[in-house]
């Protein structure tokens, strides 16, 4: 069967960083995405990896690595409006994308 | 304006009852999806449409039914509601494959069968 598993929550400091870990079995990999759902909201894109190695967006940074089936997302200087779940999507050898369960992330103050 | 929409946002209804859910955009996308999600589950794909005339099973297609009636417009129905179809749906849309092919979803229609 297919499985991506993510840790169910993250706690993190505001001004802190932070990394939520993906591990993936998949039939086939045509890459990973990591979206963003605020609570009751739509899930938006954050980053795409098709290659190994590590994409920087701003804060956010995402890295793969195939032959490990992980990947990471690494959010720097965290602030209130990061508290949301993280979303972690492969798409396998049909195209389709089999989507983790979400790791909800708290920021304290 | 949005670019993916979804009418109703929030619908309460009982067992046994047809529920039609709709979904619009201004993308001008060929693919679109229909997801559902529950608490500590990912997405899960219930139907997808890749044009006009094409139609696919998800992983839980089962009690569910779908129309594309055009281009920008993807239904879908339920025709006789049972509770644990009671979950947040979601619609989306992608431009194609490659890098393009980022899903853009609609707010979300929160269902609850009594």
């Known amino acids: 069967g297919q499985n991506i598993d993510q840790p169910t929550e993250m706690t993190a400091t505001e001004g802190a960083i932070v990394q939520i870990n993906c591990t993936y079995q998949?039939?086939?990999?045509?890459?990973l995405f990591w979206y963003q759902q605020h609570a009751g909201e739509a899930p938006t894109f954050l980053s795409y990896n098709v290659l190994d190695g590590l994409e920087e967006k701003g804060r956010f940074s995402s890295f793969l690595s195939r032959s490990k089936g992980y990947s990471y997302l690494l959010l720097k200087e965290l602030q209130m409006k990061d508290s949301a779940s993280y979303l972690c999507?492969?798409?396998?050898?049909?195209?389709?994308?089999?989507w983790g369960a979400g790791t909800k992330l708290i920021i304290k103050p | 304006d949005a670019d993916v929409t979804q009418t109703p946002r929030n619908r309460i209804t009982k067992t046994g009852k047809r529920i039609m859910l709709e979904c619009s955009q201004t993308?001008?996308?060929?693919?679109m999806y229909w997801y559902r999600q529950d608490p500590g589950l990912g997405l899960r794909l219930i139907y997808y449409?890749?044009?006009?005339?094409?139609?696919n099973k998800g992983e839980i297609s089962d009690g569910y039914s779908v129309s594309r009636q055009a281009q920008a417009k993807f239904s879908l129905s339920l025709e006789s509601a049972i509770p644990n179809q009671t979950a947040l749906y979601f619609c989306?849309?992608?431009?194609?494959?490659?890098?393009?092919?980022?899903?853009?979803f609609g707010p979300g229609t929160r269902l609850t069968v009594l």
């Open positions: 989306a849309t992608r431009a194609g494959t490659g890098e393009s092919d980022t899903q853009y």
């Open positions: 999507a492969v798409k396998d050898s049909n195209y389709q994308l089999i």
């Open positions: 449409s890749f044009d006009v005339k094409d139609i």
């Open positions: 998949t039939s086939g990999f045509n890459g």
């Open positions: 993308k001008g996308h060929d693919r």
